[in-house]
């Protein structure tokens, strides 16, 4: 006992336990992890005096409040020190996760799915039932077209999909909503999520979106069909799938079918960013009706039927 208490009399609690050794390290604390049962990690990482320092410690200590995470530590911190910082807010563990432009919400539910953070289809029925809380009104049949893509930082360990959505959503308004809210162009909101939906798909360049935009709105309120392949791609699981294209294109009850459907689709086609949302309320008034990109991308818009019949002749695209 006597040599116990000279121990404890050796080192003090609020001195440094390793002076000036001042560089930072990431220590985790496992989950289910006691004060006492860290005291042999504590000690070979140099963090405390030695193991039967750090029993003495904690028996005129209250370490109850110990919490499982990661820490941001120092071998220059006194065992107070160390203590209540490991007591402290763990480091968030965030890694990102990019929601690529366009991208529909099967392909997020299928990204995220991929890194083994959500069960298959556990965001796809948030997102179509929109479940979740909404920071605006939103009249479209999901939320589609609203799940604003950017990289986003998150936590694998305990990701909550409605939580994520929400974000999305804050972010729509953050970016685009705020600003424009009273400047659709006398278009609804859903109008312009979906007109910036197809732009998103139609035009890889955002310097040309707002021409596009100009021709396809001329079609829209002239009530003719769009003509807009990328939208019989959008109930496709696989969108490249060519075979299920074709289909879609030649199926009357196809409701996303702009070849054979006047108007604009029932909703958007994956989710757009800020560039094709912008064109979407910023049309270029344009003289044309139709357009076509040849083979390395290039946009030619055409007045007319014999112009742009012309303009496949020409460019090979049919």
Same mark, same amino acid.
């Given at each position: 006992m006597t040599f116990l208490l000279l121990l404890l009399a050796c080192f003090d609690p609020n001195a440094p336990v390793n002076p000036g050794d001042d560089e930072a390290f990431i220590y985790e604390v496992p989950k289910g992890s006691t004060a006492g049962g860290i005291g042999p990690s504590l000690a070979e990482n140099q963090l405390i005096p030695g193991e039967l320092q750090w029993k003495m410690y904690l028996r005129n200590t209250d370490a109850s409040c110990l919490k499982a995470g990661k820490f941001n530590v120092r071998p220059s911190m006194s065992m107070n020190e160390l203590l209540e910082t490991l007591c402290g807010v763990p480091l968030a563990d965030d890694v990102p996760f990019t929601v690529v432009e366009g991208w529909r919400i099967g392909d997020i539910d299928k990204a995220l799915a991929a890194n083994g953070w959500i069960a298959?289809?556990?965001?796809?029925?948030?997102?179509?039932?929109?479940?979740?809380?909404?920071?605006?009104?939103?009249?479209?049949?999901?939320?589609?077209?609203?799940?604003?893509?950017?990289?986003?930082?998150?936590s694998p360990d305990n990701f909550d999909s409605t939580?994520?959505?929400?974000?999305? *959503?804050?972010?729509?308004?953050?970016?685009?909503? &705020? %600003?424009?809210?009273?400047?659709?162009?006398?278009?609804?909101?859903h109008?312009?999520?979906?007109?910036?939906?197809?732009?998103?798909?139609?035009?890889?360049?955002?310097?040309?979106?707002?021409l596009v935009s100009g021709i396809i709105w001329n079609r829209v309120n002239k009530n003719w069909q769009l003509g807009i392949d990328a939208t019989s791609r959008y109930t496709l699981e696989d969108w490249n799938d060519r075979k299920a294209f074709l289909r879609n294109l030649k199926d009357p009850d196809e409701p996303y079918n702009t070849r054979l459907k006047k108007g604009m689709p029932p909703g958007a086609i994956g989710n757009p960013t800020q560039s094709s *949302?912008?064109?979407?309320?910023?049309?270029?008034? &344009? %003289?044309?009706?139709f357009y076509l990109h040849d083979h390395e991308g290039n946009l030619h818009p055409a007045r007319n039927g014999d112009e742009h019949d012309r303009n496949r002749a020409k460019y090979n695209v049919y």
């Open positions: 298959n289809g556990e965001f796809i029925e948030v997102a179509t039932k929109k479940s979740v809380d909404t920071p605006f009104e939103i009249t479209s049949p999901t939320l589609e077209g609203y799940l604003y893509p950017e990289t986003y930082m998150v939580k994520f959505i929400e974000r999305q *959503l804050v972010t729509f308004q953050e970016r685009f909503l &705020t %600003e424009n809210a009273d400047n659709l162009a006398g278009h609804s909101l109008e312009i999520v979906v007109m910036a939906s197809m732009l998103e798909r139609e035009e890889p360049k955002p310097s040309n979106r707002s *949302l912008e064109a979407a309320i910023t049309p270029k008034e &344009t %003289e044309y009706w």
